[in-house]
């Protein structure tokens, strides 16, 4: 099994930023992508950003020039850069991991709240 554990939620203002972390741990060595969901009322869940072991990313249309996802192999850990945040960022954020982007709903953290005031 593997588990999931997230950090660095919180309340920002609008144009702040915040940096979420995901460590890894268990059975981790079938793993190969990891990466970030957002679930906000009244949304749909969307797939915020990902990323491979071998450093292939995908960011969402929403996002993208303002969140930046990375990956510490060494410490089975992946972090989300947050700038830029708008009130729309506003969402549970919830680390997800699989064998590859296909499969990244495979195991789930938590969750952590991201709330951006205007």
């Known amino acids: 099994q593997v588990q999931l554990v997230e950090s660095g939620g919180g309340l920002v203002q609008a144009g702040g930023s915040l940096r979420l972390s995901c460590a890894a741990s268990?059975?981790?060595?079938?793993?190969?992508?990891m990466g970030w969901y957002r679930q906000a009322p009244g949304k749909q869940r969307e797939l915020v950003a990902a990323?491979?072991?071998?450093?292939?990313?995908r960011h969402a249309d929403s996002v993208k020039g303002r969140f930046t996802i990375s990956r510490d192999n060494a410490k089975n850990t992946v972090s989300l850069q947050m700038n830029s945040l708008k009130p729309e960022d506003t969402a549970v954020y919830v680390c997800?991991?699989?064998?590859?982007?296909?499969?990244?709903?495979?195991?789930w953290g938590q969750g952590t709240q991201v709330t951006v005031s205007s």
């Open positions: 997800a991991a699989g064998l590859t982007m296909s499969t990244l709903t495979d195991y």
């Open positions: 268990g059975s981790i060595f079938s793993i190969n992508a």
């Open positions: 990323i491979t072991r071998g450093g292939s990313t």
